[in-house]
């Protein structure tokens, strides 16, 4: 009897042994890319703009953001385009002392 199987295991990538490769940034970016993707998820009431409001400045800590008066908003790439995420008031890893 001759029995076959298909299974899929996602992307493979094959580097040269001599390029520098860094495993434990790349588990990091995908934990924080993972943990994005679960706050969206569980959030009740999304709010997605196309465009920010005028005014708006751009943070880069603890993660890229946008400060647009009392309202937050993340860039989120979807379809090609750029779309806008409301968060909640993002939280630093430095507090001031």
Do not use: K
Request: a negative charge.
């Amino acid at each position: 009897m001759l029995l076959s199987a298909t299974s899929h295991a996602g992307t493979v990538v094959v580097r040269q042994s001599s390029t520098p490769f860094d495993a434990f940034a790349v588990r990091d970016l995908v934990l924080q890319q993972h943990q994005w993707q679960e706050l969206l998820r569980q959030q009740q009431q999304i709010t997605i703009l196309q465009s920010l409001p005028i005014g708006c400045l751009a943070v880069t800590s603890p993660f890229d953001y946008f400060s647009c008066g009392h309202q937050f908003y993340r860039p989120y790439e979807y379809q090609d385009r750029q779309l806008f995420i409301q968060i909640d008031p993002p939280v630093s890893d430095n507090p001031p002392q």
